[in-house]
Each structure stands twice: as C-alpha cells, then as structure tokens.
C-alpha cells in the first residue's frame, strides 16, 4: 500500500504522532469511566422498611443499639430483621421489603418472637444506611423490592446503547471522516455526562445515559482507527493495545473517585470533569492520511503532509501523488493541468470526465454496507471468527470481572486492582503480537482462558488461593485476547470498511457484555456454570482463530481485493517455486480465510 511510505519517509512515531496518540487516548479514559460509573451510580446500601417514631431499642441478633443507624451497617441478610422497640412500648420487625407489628410482646425486647403479628407492606418508605453510601440514585428514587429490577437495568441498558453506538458512529466515521466523529463524540460524552447529574427521575436518567453509551463507544471504536492510521506498522501494535490500557485507567478513576465521593450526582460531575481539557485541543485534529487518500483529496493529504514533515522537524520531499496506487497516477496530472491558466478548458473537460468517473465510484462506495463483510466466503468465514473473537473477548472479561467483586475486601480495592491487571496484559500482548505475530498471540490467549476456567471447575473451591490464582490467569489472558482483536480487525479489513469492521465487532463485543450479567445468574443453578460456558467458548474459539492469516508485517489494506488476498499472497513470496506446480495451485486456491 502507497500510503504507508509516509510512515517510512517521516517516522513511525514522531513528534507529531507521538502529541496526536496521546491526546486522543486521554479522552479514552472517559470511556472506561463512563463505561464502569454504574457500579457506584446504582449501589445499594443496606435498608429496612419504613421505622416507626420514637426508636427506644434496636437488636439483631447479637448486635443492640438505641438508634437503626447503629446497626444497619450490620443488617446483611436479606430474609431477616431488626427487631425495634419504640418509646410507647410497640415492638417491630424490620425487614427490608415488609415490617410486622408484634401483637401483645413482653416488656423485654427480644429477638425471636412467637405470638401473633401483623404485617405491613412497604409503601416506598426505607430506611437506608449512610455509613458507606451518603447518596445513590437506589436511595433517591427508591429503587428496592419490587423494582430492585430498576436499578439492575441500569447496566444492560447502558450496554444496549453501547453497542448501537458502536455500529452506528462505525459506519458514519467511513463516510464523513474519523476527526469529525471524535470531536462530535468526546463533546458529548462531556455535556451528557453532566446531565446525567441532573437526571430529575430514574427514567431520565435511564434515556441520558442510553445516548451517552451511544456516543462512548463511538468514540472508542473510531479512536482505535485513528491511532491505527497515524502511526506506522512498526509501533502499531503497543500503540493500538495502549489504548485499553487507557480504558483501564478509567476503571482505576472511578475506584478512585468512587471512594472519595459518595453522592452520586456529585460522583458522576467529577468523573465527567477528569477529562474536559481534551475539548480544549481535539478541534486541532487533522483527518488521516488513509482517509485523505481514500477519498481522493490529495491537496489537504499534501498540506497534512507537510504539517507532519515540519512538526518533526524534517524536510518534506514526499507528494500526495506519490501514494496514489499505479492506476490512479492519472490524478495528479489533472491537479497539474487545474493549476495551468493556458489549458484551463482543456482541464475543466479532463476534470468533468474525471469526476464523472469518481462520481460512479462515489456512488458505487456509498453502497458499502455490512453486507460488504460477508463479500465472499473467504470474507464471510474471518467475518465469522473475528465477530466470535469480539463476543468471548467481552463475555469472559467482565464474568471474570463480575466474579471478582465476590472475592471479598474493600470493593474499591477489588475494583481497582480489576484495572490494573489489565495493563500488565497490554504489555505483554503488545510485546507478543510484535515477536510471535497476532494470531499465534490470540489464541493460546483464547485457549489459555479456556483452559483456567475449566481448572476453576475441577479445583476444590476451599482452596481459596488458588481459584483466585486461576481467575486472575483467566483475566489475564483474556484480556491479551481482548485488547489485540481492535489492531487484528484493523488489519484484516480495507480501508473503505476499516470503521465498519471495527464498529461492527464491538457491537458483537457489547452483545456479549449484555448477555456477560446473565450468565453469572446462572451461577445460582450451578456454581460452575458461567465458567463452564466460557470455558468452552473461548476453547472453541481459539482454534478457531488459528485459521485467520497473519497480518504481521503486512501494511494496511485499502481495497477489497486486497483484504482478501492477505495470507495468500504471503504464501505464494514464501515459495514461488510451489507456485508453478499445477496440483500445489489448486491447493494455493483454497488458501484459509
């Protein structure tokens, strides 16, 4: 591909990639927070149903007070009670969804009682414990008992929009340009992210944070795009996989600011904040080459050109003409000919039968479409297994996410050490993605997942240091599998559906995020269900990645045709002389995918 020889004659990583990269994955950083804000947003502290006056004495078990706040913090079974006593000699049974009033009890405050009692719905009245949580929107809107299933929503819902958005901004980013989607994007994740503070009922709040996980992931899956098309093939790999170190971040902010702040639309200002200054400069972003070149818009590809020459302080000898492929060279004359004033007629008429061709090809590219995935079976078989890379990708991340919460300790802590053993995966895949290609890097990622989830099951579950042992290795290699599929998308498809690709696998990545909470409820049937599922999976999958071509070292692709040449042509450099044998061409005709 032409277009990479930029990265050849101005640098990989330079400079002015280097301020580019940069900028744009700080504000990445707001969609790992955006992303995880609902663990705090949606916390449910512990309560009792409505207390009656004047609360003289408070028991459960073997725990006593004169006030509820004295042990609610206490209060953690769900089928039980505090048993109160008022000043007027009334004594009740709190519990968190119905209280009952005790008919005839002894003067003496017990905890068990054996007489009569009668119960009493809760009619949206709770007492809450604000030892650990001051303010939640489950608090403000009463979203326990009979719509606790409210307050469950939240996550699902924001990963529904997720994963529209991510199809959505995915396509639009290839017809209007990646700069404008990002700057589009990061402005909204902002001014959302306010209004969702503001949110007046549940149900506000519900739609605001539904288009904010719209315009989040848009953001997230044109980023990786960008970055991908501003810096070279020999540091695209940690610079992709960087990225989700990035998202981590944001994971470790919101432990962060989740501990500190404990009122939630308080909580969720701040969080919106951590990122505002990126509005400040992401307006001086310039589109990228790729898509410059793509839509043949050679004089802003030669200004960008220089720009990029001048910032790393070197000489621009390079002309957009240069990158144009051997069969569009006839563009650049006609540029020649626009700038001569003595044959501007004979230009005008060369640039009507010149534009009357790019309107025919226009025409012909506004059709792409999904559909283009699946253009031949080469295409629809890699569409296939990439799509399964993405879903088992989201799946085992956040069930062995959800599974961690239930390790026990500080929830901060638990939450933050939950993005942190994500960037050391990042390194490490970066690395292997570099030495041992991206498919051989994928799947013993896959396999390996497959294969610590299924020791889960066999190990005995008293051996407390061990099953976490192999939840962390599941985490870890999951992630690597994870954070490389973004770069191996970016690779396998061209150009003109580069976005769509992306867009079109995170959406399979947010289908497997909404089914991820699904499947640990089905840990109630058999403990070992969610890790048998995963398991399986990403075993399957993994052997089914080893069927994809390798992209190391391959430039980027901006044709079809192209794309689905990759890995053939490889093999025919590797031996020509096979080439030529009639039997071994059949063979080279079914190449893998």
Not at 172 to 182: C, E, N, Q, W
Not at 430 to 451: N, Q
Request: charged share 20%.
């Amino acid at each position: 591909m032409s277009v990479e020889r930029i990265f050849d004659e101005l640098g990989h990583f330079k400079r002015f990639q280097a301020c580019l990269y940069f900028a744009a994955v700080f504000q990445a950083i707001a969609c790992g927070i955006h992303y995880l804000a609902s663990v705090f947003l949606v916390e449910t502290p512990n309560f009792v149903c409505g207390a009656p006056a004047n609360i003289t004495d408070v028991l459960y078990g073997n725990v006593s007070g004169t006030a509820l706040e004295d042990v609610l913090p206490s209060f953690k079974d769900a089928y039980s009670y505090l048993a109160v006593k008022t000043s007027t000699g009334d004594q009740w049974e709190l519990g968190r969804c119905q209280s009952a009033l005790r008919v005839n009890p002894t003067d003496f405050l017990s905890y068990e009682f054996d007489g009569n009692k009668t119960t009493i719905v809760c009619d949206q009245k709770f007492v809450f414990d604000h030892s650990q949580v001051i303010q939640s929107i489950v608090t403000d809107w009463n979203l326990v008992c009979d719509e606790e299933w409210l307050a469950q929503l939240c996550q699902p819902t924001f990963m529904i929009g997720v994963m529209i958005g991510a199809l959505v901004f995915g396509d639009i980013a290839d017809r209007v340009g990646r700069v404008k989607i990002l700057m589009v994007t990061s402005s909204c994740q902002f001014v959302l992210g306010v209004l969702v503070a503001f949110s007046p009922n549940y149900y506000w709040f519900l739609a605001i944070r539904f288009v904010l996980a719209m315009v989040s992931s848009g953001y997230l899956v044109v980023v990786f795009v960008y970055v991908t098309e501003f810096t070279g093939s020999k540091v695209r790999t940690w610079t992709s996989m960087h990225v989700h170190a990035a998202f981590a971040v944001g994971i470790m902010v919101v432990s962060l600011i989740g501990y500190l702040v404990r009122t939630w639309w308080i909580y969720q200002i701040v969080l919106s904040l951590v990122t505002s200054p990126f509005l400040f400069f992401c307006w001086k972003f310039p589109e990228t080459p790729f898509y410059l070149m793509a839509k043949g818009r050679l004089r802003e590809t030669q200004a960008l050109l220089e720009r990029i020459a001048s910032t790393n302080g070197l000489e621009c000898r390079l002309r957009a003409e240069d990158l144009l492929e051997p069969e569009d060279k006839g563009a650049s004359d006609l540029l020649e000919k626009r700038d001569d004033g003595e044959k501007q007629e004979e230009g005008e008429k060369e640039a009507e039968e010149k534009e009357g061709e790019e309107g025919q090809a226009k025409a012909a590219e506004k059709k792409l479409s999904i559909l283009d995935l699946f253009g031949s079976w080469r295409m629809t078989g890699r569409t296939i297994i990439v799509w399964a890379i993405w879903f088992i990708g989201s799946l085992g991340y956040y069930v062995f996410s959800l599974g961690s919460v239930n390790l026990g300790g500080n929830k901060y802590l638990n939450l933050f050490l939950a993005g942190a053993v994500e960037i050391p995966s990042y390194l490490v895949g970066s690395y292997a993605m570099d030495r041992v290609g991206r498919k051989k890097t994928c799947a013993p990622g896959l396999i390996l997942a497959g294969v610590a989830c299924m020791l889960m099951i066999v190990v005995p579950s008293d051996i407390h240091w061990l099953v976490t042992l192999l939840s962390m290795i599941g985490k870890f290699s999951i992630a690597i599998a994870f954070g490389l599929i973004y770069l191996y998308t970016c690779e396998l498809y061209p150009t003109i559906i580069r976005s769509l690709a992306v867009g079109s696998g995170s959406m399979m990545c947010r289908v497997g995020s909404v089914v991820a909470p699904y499947c640990v409820y089905l840990a109630d049937y058999w403990i070992h269900l969610p890790q048998l599922i995963v398991g399986i999976l990403a075993f399957i999958f993994g052997v089914l990645t080893l069927m994809l071509p390798e992209t190391l070292g391959q430039p980027l692709t901006t044709s079809l045709e192209e794309a689905q040449n990759l890995g053939v042509n490889a093999k025919k450099k590797s031996s020509p002389k096979d080439s030529k044998d009639p039997e071994n061409g059949l063979e080279m005709a079914q190449q893998r995918l």
